[in-house]
């Protein structure tokens, strides 16, 4: 294990160390294509992760679903790396994840002078370090090195970033390692986003409930996090995350960033107002977005990529406040897109929601990979940066549920139900969601236990023709017992991966 702080300004010819917004943006002149809305876009030639790139060093054991490099190849690319750096330009950004005391942590980047664009989209996700001479936590990034390889060392805090210029790298970087240092704390690391929602409940009392949202890509996730319900008065949604919490044993959620990485295509003022209009100021971000000579923007247009995205401030989101923490997770939700006899929405027990977890279930949307459109599509806890076995965070989690059980989970289903031949379904729409959610915040749902699938399914939802989105309703019984067996194979197969079997179930209770 190497000491971090080896790792400073010595290695490199020259440091600009911490430069202003402003001037990070200066920087990056060369690469940007100003707006019409006076911000800056950017176009990379690496266009998404390079997750069949990235190495966790063999320092600690590694996840079915990881990629493992020893010590000893890890430090001979450390070493040349140092090599190289000798003779470098570099920017140096400190800044600090998380508001608090609990689970914060100190971040250094150090990145090549010529890719300011990165180190500036990084700068404006975090807030300003409290203690910038003592990282927690750095990352290397080279940019132009001639092998795209991503290499963490889990126990020294030490990421080193080659060959790619996506800005994603950078921020999952940190994040992938805060969440590591999270675990070893005895809390978790999540990538789910958190809200609160201020209702009156079925007792007409005024109450704050907190929520945590885990999602893959193209599920919804961002859009029902910043969602307002349509609560007027002094019912609201205050946003809190959108990418990654910390939750101790408690529940408790700590926050990480004040910037939001949101994907752009399609984005238009009428499905999506609030994420439009801070998509559109002058502080906003934009990376291989559409930009013509003019300025003018077009989110629609998806010749660079499907995978356009933006950088937002929390701040310029308007159903936000001046806490990224959540004092509570009280409804745990695991949004999934399916299309055929996945319920609008189910509720678990701590055993099915551990279920729910590992299979982190959805289906490939088109925007995805097109060729697998419509297809399974799965990932532990939502999670591509877990490092470690990841059987122990799903039992963590499950520990934390049995210990808490004013925490309650959800499998939120936000395609459809009833796809068979050229029916595409019957639409769950945004609507639909956001009035599911409102709803379990008020305690107001009927549920009834599902005896095939054990776990509790809706019969009546205020606001909601709940019988209309009842999957049993599109198929002949024999129809559907084909579907659920296959779901129910897929599943099996999924978990048994990471060896959660009943017997695993049972000695964690």
């Known amino acids: 294990m190497h000491e971090l702080k080896k790792f400073n300004d010595q290695l490199f010819k020259n440091v600009i160390s911490n430069p202003t917004e402003q001037e990070l943006r200066n920087l990056a002149k060369p690469m940007e294509k100003t707006t019409e809305f006076n911000s800056a876009s950017y176009v990379t030639e690496v266009r998404n992760r390079s997750a069949k790139n990235t190495y966790i060093v063999d320092e600690i054991e590694v996840g079915v679903d990881q990629k493992e490099i020893s010590q000893e190849d890890a430090d001979k690319i450390l070493q040349k790396v140092i090599e190289y750096v000798k003779d470098k330009d570099v920017i140096r950004v400190d800044r600090q994840m998380g508001m608090g005391d609990k689970f914060s942590y100190n971040c250094r980047l150090y990145i090549s002078k010529e890719y300011a664009r990165i180190a500036y989209m990084w700068n404006n996700t975090l807030q300003p370090s409290s203690n910038p001479e003592n990282p927690d936590l750095l990352s290397i990034y080279i940019p132009e090195w001639p092998e795209r390889i991503m290499i963490a060392y889990p126990e020294t805090g030490l990421t080193l970033i080659l060959g790619s210029d996506y800005f994603g790298e950078a921020k999952k970087s940190f994040l992938r390692m805060a969440m590591y240092k999270v675990k070893e704390e005895g809390g978790l690391g999540f990538h789910a986003g958190s809200k609160l929602l201020r209702v009156y409940d079925k007792n007409h009392e005024l109450k704050d409930v907190g929520f945590i949202m885990f999602g893959l890509s193209g599920t919804g996730k961002t859009t029902l996090t910043i969602h307002d319900h349509e609560l007027t008065g002094e019912e609201k949604s205050i946003v809190r995350q959108d990418d990654v919490i910390f939750m101790d044993t408690n529940g408790y959620c700590v926050g990480t960033e004040t910037g939001f990485f949101i994907k752009t295509e399609g984005l238009n003022p009428e499905q999506q107002g609030v994420l439009y209009k801070a998509a559109t100021t002058d502080r906003a971000i934009l990376e291989n977005v559409k930009v013509y000579d003019d300025g003018k923007v077009d989110f629609d247009d998806v010749s660079l990529t499907s995978n356009g995205r933006g950088i937002i401030l929390r701040s310029e989101v308007p159903n936000t406040d001046d806490t990224i923490d959540l004092e509570k997770a009280n409804k745990i939700i695991f949004i999934t897109r399916r299309n055929d006899i996945v ?63 004013d925490m309650e989970c959800y499998i939120l289903n ?36 599902d005896e095939e699938w054990e776990y509790e399914v809706p019969v009546q939802v205020n606001g909601i023709d709940i019988e209309k989105y009842n999957p049993r309703n599109y198929y002949t019984e024999e129809e559907y017992k084909v579907l659920a067996s296959k779901l129910k194979a897929e599943r099996k197969a999924w978990l048994a991966k990471y060896e959660l079997t009943q017997s695993t179930r049972s000695e964690s209770k």
């Open 343 to 405: 319920p609008p929405v189910v509720k678990l027990n701590p055993d099915q929601a551990l279920e729910a977890f590992m299979l982190g279930e959805s289906i490939e949307t088109s925007a995805g990979d097109p060729t697998k459109a419509g297809q399974s599509k799965r990932c532990v806890g939502t999670n591509p940066f877990i490092m470690g076995p990841e059987i122990e965070e799903g039992l963590r989690l499950k520990e934390i549920l049995q210990n808490n059980p």
């Open 414 to 449: 936000t395609g459809s139900v009833g796809a068979k031949g050229d029916f595409k379904g019957e639409k769950l729409s945004i609507k639909v969601s956001t009035t599911i959610m409102k709803e379990i915040a008020r305690d107001s749902i009927e549920w009834v236990k």
